[in-house]
Protein backbone atom coordinates (compact mmCIF):
# COMPACT_ATOMS: atom_id res chain seq x y z
CA UNK A 1 0.00 0.00 0.00
CA UNK A 2 2.92 2.20 0.45
CA UNK A 3 4.32 1.80 -2.69
CA UNK A 4 1.13 3.19 -4.23
CA UNK A 5 2.06 6.57 -2.82
CA UNK A 6 5.41 6.56 -4.30
CA UNK A 7 5.72 8.38 -7.63
CA UNK A 8 7.33 6.00 -9.67
CA UNK A 9 3.92 3.50 -8.71
CA UNK A 10 1.12 6.65 -8.94
CA UNK A 11 2.02 7.33 -12.10
CA UNK A 12 1.22 4.58 -14.15
CA UNK A 13 -2.27 3.49 -12.31
CA UNK A 14 -3.18 7.37 -12.71
CA UNK A 15 -2.52 7.36 -16.35
CA UNK A 16 -4.49 4.03 -16.88
CA UNK A 17 -7.48 5.55 -15.17
CA UNK A 18 -7.30 8.20 -17.37
CA UNK A 19 -7.69 6.06 -20.27
CA UNK A 20 -10.39 3.85 -19.22
CA UNK A 21 -12.17 6.71 -18.56
CA UNK A 22 -11.98 8.45 -22.37
CA UNK A 23 -12.65 4.88 -23.50
CA UNK A 24 -15.98 4.69 -21.37
CA UNK A 25 -17.31 8.48 -22.29
CA UNK A 26 -16.46 7.65 -26.15
CA UNK A 27 -18.81 4.64 -26.55
CA UNK A 28 -21.51 6.36 -24.19
CA UNK A 29 -20.96 9.63 -27.03
CA UNK A 30 -21.10 7.32 -30.89
CA UNK A 31 -24.01 5.42 -28.60
CA UNK A 32 -25.68 9.06 -27.98
CA UNK A 33 -25.26 9.41 -31.92
CA UNK A 34 -26.38 6.70 -33.51
CA UNK A 35 -29.75 6.93 -31.37
CA UNK A 36 -32.41 8.94 -32.88
CA UNK A 37 -33.69 11.54 -30.61
CA UNK A 38 -37.44 11.08 -28.81
CA UNK A 39 -40.25 12.28 -29.74
CA UNK A 40 -39.97 16.15 -27.96
CA UNK A 41 -42.56 16.21 -24.82
CA UNK A 42 -45.65 19.03 -24.98
CA UNK A 43 -46.79 21.53 -22.38
CA UNK A 44 -50.14 21.00 -20.82
CA UNK A 45 -51.07 24.06 -22.92
CA UNK A 46 -51.48 22.15 -25.88
CA UNK A 47 -53.47 19.09 -24.74
CA UNK A 48 -55.81 22.18 -23.08
CA UNK A 49 -56.77 23.62 -26.43
CA UNK A 50 -57.27 20.39 -27.97
CA UNK A 51 -60.14 20.58 -25.02
CA UNK A 52 -60.98 23.75 -25.98
CA UNK A 53 -61.34 22.91 -29.71
CA UNK A 54 -63.65 19.72 -28.78
CA UNK A 55 -65.73 22.20 -26.67
CA UNK A 56 -66.23 24.44 -29.51
CA UNK A 57 -66.52 22.10 -31.86
CA UNK A 58 -70.10 20.80 -30.54
CA UNK A 59 -71.03 24.07 -29.21
CA UNK A 60 -74.35 23.85 -31.43
CA UNK A 61 -74.76 20.42 -31.51
CA UNK A 62 -78.28 18.72 -30.26
CA UNK A 63 -77.98 18.27 -26.59
CA UNK A 64 -77.59 14.31 -26.57
CA UNK A 65 -74.64 14.84 -28.64
CA UNK A 66 -73.18 17.55 -26.66
CA UNK A 67 -73.49 15.69 -23.69
CA UNK A 68 -71.59 12.68 -24.76
CA UNK A 69 -68.50 15.45 -25.29
CA UNK A 70 -69.21 17.42 -22.00
CA UNK A 71 -69.05 14.01 -20.23
CA UNK A 72 -65.99 13.42 -21.78
CA UNK A 73 -64.39 16.94 -20.88
CA UNK A 74 -65.15 16.51 -17.24
CA UNK A 75 -63.13 13.98 -16.61
CA UNK A 76 -59.77 15.03 -17.84
CA UNK A 77 -56.63 15.06 -15.58
CA UNK A 78 -56.04 18.37 -13.35
CA UNK A 79 -53.13 18.66 -15.38
CA UNK A 80 -54.67 19.28 -18.28
CA UNK A 81 -58.10 20.74 -17.26
CA UNK A 82 -58.36 23.54 -14.43
CA UNK A 83 -60.43 22.36 -11.71
CA UNK A 84 -62.71 25.64 -12.26
CA UNK A 85 -63.20 24.60 -16.08
CA UNK A 86 -64.46 21.24 -15.48
CA UNK A 87 -66.61 22.57 -12.88
CA UNK A 88 -68.16 25.13 -15.06
CA UNK A 89 -68.37 22.13 -17.73
CA UNK A 90 -70.26 19.92 -14.97
CA UNK A 91 -72.71 22.21 -14.57
CA UNK A 92 -73.05 22.85 -17.96
CA UNK A 93 -73.21 19.04 -18.40
CA UNK A 94 -76.06 18.60 -15.80
CA UNK A 95 -78.19 21.52 -17.19
CA UNK A 96 -78.32 19.92 -20.59
CA UNK A 97 -78.67 16.80 -19.61
CA UNK A 98 -82.43 17.61 -19.25
CA UNK A 99 -82.84 18.32 -22.51
CA UNK A 100 -82.09 14.95 -23.85
CA UNK A 101 -84.92 12.46 -25.02
CA UNK A 102 -86.38 10.08 -23.47
CA UNK A 103 -85.68 7.53 -25.38
CA UNK A 104 -82.07 7.96 -23.98
CA UNK A 105 -83.40 8.15 -20.73
CA UNK A 106 -79.80 6.26 -19.78
CA UNK A 107 -77.52 8.18 -21.11
CA UNK A 108 -79.74 11.47 -19.55
CA UNK A 109 -78.69 9.91 -15.84
CA UNK A 110 -75.57 8.67 -17.11
CA UNK A 111 -74.49 12.35 -17.87
CA UNK A 112 -76.63 13.74 -14.43
CA UNK A 113 -74.30 11.23 -12.09
CA UNK A 114 -71.45 12.00 -13.79
CA UNK A 115 -72.07 15.83 -13.62
CA UNK A 116 -72.23 15.35 -9.71
CA UNK A 117 -69.70 12.35 -9.42
CA UNK A 118 -67.21 15.22 -10.89
CA UNK A 119 -69.04 17.84 -9.07
CA UNK A 120 -68.44 16.44 -5.32
CA UNK A 121 -64.30 17.60 -5.63
CA UNK A 122 -65.15 21.19 -6.05
CA UNK A 123 -68.66 21.35 -3.94
CA UNK A 124 -69.93 18.72 -2.19
CA UNK A 125 -73.39 19.96 -1.29
CA UNK A 126 -74.37 20.99 -4.82
CA UNK A 127 -73.21 17.27 -5.95
CA UNK A 128 -75.67 16.18 -3.63
CA UNK A 129 -78.57 18.19 -4.92
CA UNK A 130 -77.77 17.25 -8.35
CA UNK A 131 -78.90 13.90 -7.30
CA UNK A 132 -81.54 15.14 -5.17
CA UNK A 133 -83.23 16.39 -8.20
CA UNK A 134 -82.45 13.79 -10.54
CA UNK A 135 -85.48 11.42 -12.10
CA UNK A 136 -86.08 7.99 -10.74
CA UNK A 137 -86.75 6.65 -14.28
CA UNK A 138 -89.27 4.18 -15.16
CA UNK A 139 -89.45 2.34 -12.13
CA UNK A 140 -91.43 -0.30 -13.86
CA UNK A 141 -88.87 -1.87 -16.12
CA UNK A 142 -85.20 0.06 -15.23
CA UNK A 143 -83.28 0.73 -12.34
CA UNK A 144 -83.94 3.80 -10.30
CA UNK A 145 -81.52 6.50 -11.80
CA UNK A 146 -80.59 8.26 -8.78
CA UNK A 147 -79.83 5.15 -6.73
CA UNK A 148 -77.00 4.33 -9.52
CA UNK A 149 -75.75 7.72 -9.79
CA UNK A 150 -75.03 7.21 -5.60
CA UNK A 151 -73.41 4.42 -6.09
CA UNK A 152 -70.75 6.89 -7.83
CA UNK A 153 -71.17 9.87 -5.58
CA UNK A 154 -71.04 8.29 -2.16
CA UNK A 155 -68.44 6.46 -1.85
CA UNK A 156 -66.24 9.43 -3.34
CA UNK A 157 -67.69 11.28 -0.23
CA UNK A 158 -66.38 9.07 2.14
CA UNK A 159 -62.87 8.69 0.93
CA UNK A 160 -63.23 12.62 1.07
CA UNK A 161 -65.00 12.92 4.12
CA UNK A 162 -64.40 9.80 6.19
CA UNK A 163 -66.97 8.57 8.76
CA UNK A 164 -68.25 12.45 9.01
CA UNK A 165 -69.85 11.88 5.55
CA UNK A 166 -71.98 8.82 7.04
CA UNK A 167 -74.73 11.17 8.15
CA UNK A 168 -75.02 12.99 5.27
CA UNK A 169 -75.27 9.94 3.20
CA UNK A 170 -77.78 8.40 5.34
CA UNK A 171 -79.95 11.76 5.08
CA UNK A 172 -79.76 11.88 1.34
CA UNK A 173 -80.36 7.71 0.60
CA UNK A 174 -83.55 8.42 2.65
CA UNK A 175 -84.74 11.25 0.13
CA UNK A 176 -84.07 8.76 -2.84
CA UNK A 177 -85.58 5.92 -0.67
CA UNK A 178 -88.82 7.54 -0.14
CA UNK A 179 -89.30 8.63 -3.80
CA UNK A 180 -88.22 4.89 -5.29
CA UNK A 181 -85.62 2.57 -4.91
CA UNK A 182 -83.07 2.45 -2.02
CA UNK A 183 -79.46 3.05 -2.53
CA UNK A 184 -78.49 -0.23 -1.48
CA UNK A 185 -75.25 -0.67 -2.96
CA UNK A 186 -73.93 3.16 -2.83
CA UNK A 187 -74.53 2.32 1.26
CA UNK A 188 -72.17 -0.43 1.69
CA UNK A 189 -69.26 2.28 1.97
CA UNK A 190 -70.86 3.42 4.88
CA UNK A 191 -71.52 -0.28 6.49
CA UNK A 192 -68.18 -1.03 5.98
CA UNK A 193 -66.74 2.57 7.22
CA UNK A 194 -68.38 3.16 10.25
CA UNK A 195 -67.81 0.98 13.40
CA UNK A 196 -70.31 2.05 15.54
CA UNK A 197 -73.44 2.79 13.44
CA UNK A 198 -72.94 0.43 10.57
CA UNK A 199 -75.67 -1.84 11.78
CA UNK A 200 -77.60 1.37 12.01
CA UNK A 201 -77.58 2.06 8.31
CA UNK A 202 -77.57 -1.77 7.89
CA UNK A 203 -81.39 -1.72 9.64
CA UNK A 204 -82.18 0.92 7.29
CA UNK A 205 -81.69 -0.52 4.29
CA UNK A 206 -83.73 -3.84 5.66
CA UNK A 207 -86.93 -1.38 6.89
CA UNK A 208 -86.70 0.13 3.07
CA UNK A 209 -86.61 -3.32 1.22
CA UNK A 210 -89.30 -4.45 3.73
CA UNK A 211 -91.56 -1.82 2.18
CA UNK A 212 -92.18 -4.31 -0.88
CA UNK A 213 -92.36 -1.72 -3.22
CA UNK A 214 -88.92 -2.40 -4.76
CA UNK A 215 -88.55 -3.36 -8.70
CA UNK A 216 -86.12 -6.52 -9.60
CA UNK A 217 -83.29 -4.04 -10.06
CA UNK A 218 -84.41 -3.09 -6.13
CA UNK A 219 -84.49 -6.64 -5.24
CA UNK A 220 -81.32 -7.28 -6.78
CA UNK A 221 -79.24 -4.35 -5.45
CA UNK A 222 -80.34 -5.44 -2.15
CA UNK A 223 -79.46 -9.28 -2.23
CA UNK A 224 -75.92 -7.88 -3.48
CA UNK A 225 -75.54 -5.27 -1.03
CA UNK A 226 -76.53 -8.32 1.73
CA UNK A 227 -74.05 -10.14 0.23
CA UNK A 228 -70.96 -7.44 0.34
CA UNK A 229 -72.21 -6.21 3.76
CA UNK A 230 -72.25 -9.83 5.18
CA UNK A 231 -68.70 -8.96 6.86
CA UNK A 232 -69.32 -6.35 8.59
CA UNK A 233 -72.54 -6.70 10.20
CA UNK A 234 -72.15 -10.93 10.79
CA UNK A 235 -74.64 -13.53 10.49
CA UNK A 236 -77.77 -12.88 12.26
CA UNK A 237 -78.26 -10.08 10.60
CA UNK A 238 -77.51 -11.18 7.20
CA UNK A 239 -79.93 -14.28 7.71
CA UNK A 240 -83.16 -11.58 8.79
CA UNK A 241 -82.11 -9.72 5.60
CA UNK A 242 -81.70 -12.45 3.28
CA UNK A 243 -85.53 -13.46 4.20
CA UNK A 244 -86.52 -10.39 3.38
CA UNK A 245 -84.87 -10.45 0.68
CA UNK A 246 -86.45 -14.03 -0.43
CA UNK A 247 -89.73 -12.83 0.52
CA UNK A 248 -89.40 -9.83 -2.02
CA UNK A 249 -88.43 -11.67 -4.63
CA UNK A 250 -90.57 -14.41 -4.12
CA UNK A 251 -93.93 -11.30 -4.27
CA UNK A 252 -92.37 -9.96 -7.75
CA UNK A 253 -92.07 -13.21 -9.18
CA UNK A 254 -95.64 -13.95 -8.51
CA UNK A 255 -96.84 -10.87 -9.37
CA UNK A 256 -94.89 -10.54 -12.33
CA UNK A 257 -94.98 -14.19 -13.63
CA UNK A 258 -95.54 -12.69 -17.39
CA UNK A 259 -92.74 -10.84 -17.15
CA UNK A 260 -90.06 -13.72 -17.14
CA UNK A 261 -91.98 -16.03 -19.57
CA UNK A 262 -89.87 -18.21 -22.03
CA UNK A 263 -91.28 -16.59 -24.75
CA UNK A 264 -88.08 -14.87 -26.85
CA UNK A 265 -88.28 -11.32 -25.71
CA UNK A 266 -85.59 -9.74 -24.61
CA UNK A 267 -86.84 -8.00 -21.90
CA UNK A 268 -88.31 -11.20 -20.68
CA UNK A 269 -85.14 -13.02 -20.80
CA UNK A 270 -83.22 -10.11 -19.03
CA UNK A 271 -85.86 -10.51 -16.44
CA UNK A 272 -84.95 -14.40 -16.32
CA UNK A 273 -81.25 -13.38 -15.98
CA UNK A 274 -81.69 -10.89 -13.51
CA UNK A 275 -83.70 -13.32 -11.43
CA UNK A 276 -81.52 -16.05 -11.67
CA UNK A 277 -78.67 -14.13 -10.32
CA UNK A 278 -80.33 -12.82 -7.37
CA UNK A 279 -81.80 -16.48 -6.43
CA UNK A 280 -77.80 -17.26 -6.97
CA UNK A 281 -76.92 -14.78 -4.29
CA UNK A 282 -79.58 -15.71 -1.69
CA UNK A 283 -78.17 -19.62 -2.48
CA UNK A 284 -74.95 -18.06 -0.79
CA UNK A 285 -76.84 -16.26 2.00
CA UNK A 286 -79.54 -18.40 3.06
CA UNK A 287 -79.63 -22.01 1.29
CA UNK A 288 -82.80 -22.98 2.95
CA UNK A 289 -84.64 -19.89 0.90
CA UNK A 290 -82.86 -20.78 -2.24
CA UNK A 291 -84.33 -24.17 -1.70
CA UNK A 292 -87.87 -23.05 -1.19
CA UNK A 293 -87.56 -20.50 -4.22
CA UNK A 294 -85.82 -23.20 -6.30
CA UNK A 295 -88.86 -25.51 -5.87
CA UNK A 296 -91.30 -23.00 -6.89
CA UNK A 297 -89.53 -21.59 -10.00
CA UNK A 298 -87.02 -24.14 -11.39
CA UNK A 299 -86.61 -22.27 -14.50
CA UNK A 300 -84.20 -19.57 -12.51
CA UNK A 301 -81.86 -22.31 -11.62
CA UNK A 302 -81.20 -23.02 -15.10
CA UNK A 303 -81.52 -19.88 -16.11
CA UNK A 304 -78.67 -18.73 -18.82
CA UNK A 305 -77.22 -15.10 -18.99
CA UNK A 306 -78.44 -13.75 -21.92
CA UNK A 307 -76.18 -12.34 -24.91
CA UNK A 308 -74.68 -9.12 -24.43
CA UNK A 309 -77.22 -6.11 -25.62
CA UNK A 310 -76.16 -4.59 -29.03
CA UNK A 311 -74.25 -1.47 -27.73
CA UNK A 312 -74.64 2.39 -29.41
CA UNK A 313 -71.34 1.37 -31.86
CA UNK A 314 -72.48 -1.84 -33.15
CA UNK A 315 -73.18 -1.62 -36.86
CA UNK A 316 -76.41 -0.68 -38.17
CA UNK A 317 -75.93 -0.88 -41.56
CA UNK A 318 -73.60 -2.93 -43.41
CA UNK A 319 -69.65 -1.44 -44.14
CA UNK A 320 -69.15 -3.45 -47.52
CA UNK A 321 -66.27 -0.80 -48.37
CA UNK A 322 -64.12 -0.89 -45.26
CA UNK A 323 -61.57 -3.74 -44.76
CA UNK A 324 -61.86 -4.22 -40.87
CA UNK A 325 -57.32 -4.52 -40.93
CA UNK A 326 -56.77 -1.09 -42.32
CA UNK A 327 -56.71 0.35 -38.79
CA UNK A 328 -54.91 -3.14 -37.24
CA UNK A 329 -52.46 -2.60 -40.10
CA UNK A 330 -51.91 0.92 -39.15
CA UNK A 331 -51.48 0.43 -35.43
CA UNK A 332 -48.70 -2.42 -36.37
CA UNK A 333 -47.09 0.00 -38.57
CA UNK A 334 -47.22 2.64 -35.38
CA UNK A 335 -45.65 -0.03 -32.73
CA UNK A 336 -43.04 -0.73 -34.82
CA UNK A 337 -41.98 3.11 -35.80
CA UNK A 338 -41.93 3.80 -31.60
CA UNK A 339 -39.77 1.19 -30.72
CA UNK A 340 -37.50 2.45 -33.87
CA UNK A 341 -38.15 5.96 -32.62
CA UNK A 342 -38.96 6.30 -36.36
CA UNK A 343 -40.99 9.75 -36.45
CA UNK A 344 -41.19 9.97 -40.09
CA UNK A 345 -42.94 6.15 -40.47
CA UNK A 346 -44.76 6.90 -37.20
CA UNK A 347 -46.63 10.10 -38.74
CA UNK A 348 -47.26 8.15 -41.98
CA UNK A 349 -49.07 5.28 -39.78
CA UNK A 350 -50.59 7.84 -37.81
CA UNK A 351 -52.64 9.21 -40.88
CA UNK A 352 -52.96 5.65 -42.08
CA UNK A 353 -54.95 5.09 -38.89
CA UNK A 354 -56.84 8.27 -39.02
CA UNK A 355 -57.76 7.86 -42.41
CA UNK A 356 -59.56 4.28 -41.59
CA UNK A 357 -61.40 5.63 -38.92
CA UNK A 358 -63.16 8.34 -40.50
CA UNK A 359 -63.89 5.87 -43.63
CA UNK A 360 -65.29 3.53 -40.91
CA UNK A 361 -67.39 6.29 -39.67
CA UNK A 362 -68.74 7.32 -43.13
CA UNK A 363 -69.06 3.83 -43.96
CA UNK A 364 -70.99 3.32 -40.67
CA UNK A 365 -69.01 0.92 -39.10
CA UNK A 366 -69.41 2.12 -35.83
CA UNK A 367 -73.35 2.36 -35.80
CA UNK A 368 -74.73 5.35 -34.29
CA UNK A 369 -71.19 6.21 -33.38
CA UNK A 370 -72.33 8.15 -29.92
CA UNK A 371 -69.05 7.17 -28.93
CA UNK A 372 -65.54 6.49 -31.03
CA UNK A 373 -65.45 2.43 -31.33
CA UNK A 374 -63.30 0.92 -28.41
CA UNK A 375 -60.35 0.07 -31.38
CA UNK A 376 -60.51 3.70 -32.69
CA UNK A 377 -60.17 4.88 -29.38
CA UNK A 378 -57.16 2.84 -28.50
CA UNK A 379 -55.17 3.97 -31.76
CA UNK A 380 -55.87 7.15 -30.98
CA UNK A 381 -54.03 7.14 -27.48
CA UNK A 382 -51.43 5.14 -29.44
CA UNK A 383 -50.82 8.27 -31.75
CA UNK A 384 -50.90 10.97 -29.35
CA UNK A 385 -48.20 9.18 -27.14
CA UNK A 386 -46.41 8.69 -30.70
CA UNK A 387 -46.80 11.85 -32.08
CA UNK A 388 -48.18 14.02 -29.11
CA UNK A 389 -46.81 17.55 -31.78
CA UNK A 390 -48.77 16.41 -34.41
CA UNK A 391 -51.96 14.61 -33.82
CA UNK A 392 -53.93 17.96 -33.48
CA UNK A 393 -53.18 18.89 -37.07
CA UNK A 394 -53.97 15.28 -37.97
CA UNK A 395 -57.54 14.74 -36.17
CA UNK A 396 -58.46 17.25 -38.72
CA UNK A 397 -58.98 14.54 -41.77
CA UNK A 398 -61.84 13.34 -39.68
CA UNK A 399 -64.70 14.07 -41.61
CA UNK A 400 -67.81 14.72 -38.83
CA UNK A 401 -67.07 17.76 -35.97
CA UNK A 402 -68.74 15.66 -33.79
CA UNK A 403 -66.60 12.31 -34.07
CA UNK A 404 -63.44 14.62 -34.22
CA UNK A 405 -65.04 15.97 -31.12
CA UNK A 406 -64.47 13.37 -29.19
CA UNK A 407 -61.60 11.98 -30.40
CA UNK A 408 -59.20 15.21 -29.30
CA UNK A 409 -60.64 14.73 -26.09
CA UNK A 410 -59.27 11.15 -26.06
CA UNK A 411 -55.71 12.29 -27.48
CA UNK A 412 -55.47 15.44 -25.41
CA UNK A 413 -55.84 12.91 -22.22
CA UNK A 414 -53.37 10.75 -23.65
CA UNK A 415 -50.74 13.01 -24.65
CA UNK A 416 -49.13 13.61 -21.18
CA UNK A 417 -49.10 9.50 -20.19
CA UNK A 418 -45.65 7.67 -20.48
CA UNK A 419 -44.90 7.23 -24.30
CA UNK A 420 -44.72 3.30 -24.58
CA UNK A 421 -47.72 1.42 -26.54
CA UNK A 422 -49.85 -0.10 -23.66
CA UNK A 423 -52.32 -1.37 -26.02
CA UNK A 424 -53.16 -2.93 -29.32
CA UNK A 425 -55.82 -2.56 -31.81
CA UNK A 426 -55.72 -6.35 -33.39
CA UNK A 427 -57.70 -8.17 -31.56
CA UNK A 428 -60.51 -5.76 -30.80
CA UNK A 429 -64.05 -7.51 -31.66
CA UNK A 430 -64.90 -4.06 -33.60
CA UNK A 431 -62.12 -5.21 -36.34
CA UNK A 432 -63.42 -8.57 -36.55
CA UNK A 433 -64.73 -9.30 -40.29
CA UNK A 434 -68.15 -10.25 -40.68
CA UNK A 435 -68.93 -13.91 -41.52
Not at 100 to 108: A, E, F, G, H, L
Not at 186 to 212: F, I, L, N, P, Q
Not at 268 to 293: A, I, V
Amino acid sequence: MQRFYQPRWRTPFVFSALLLFAMCASAATAKTKRRTPAEPSVSPDQPRQMLLESYELTREADPLHRCMVLQRLIYSPDRVAPGNLRQKWAEELYTLAHQVPDNYSDKRALAEGSAAQVMVKFEMTRALSMLDAMEPGDLSSQPDHRAQAAGIVFPQIISMEGARGIPILREHARVIGDGGVYPYLAMVVAVARDADGGTDVYREAMKYASRGSDNLHGISSFALFIDLAHPYVGDELTSQAATIAAAQLRRWLESHAEDIADDGSRAHLDNRSLGSRTLHTLQRLSPQEYEKLSELHPELVRANLPARAPGSNTATAPASNVDPQDLASADEALTHASLTRNRQAASSAVEDGIAAIDRRFREGACGDCLSPEGAASIFVRNAAKASPRTIRTQLDSISDPYYRAMLLVTAANSMLEPAEHHATVRRHSSLKQKQ
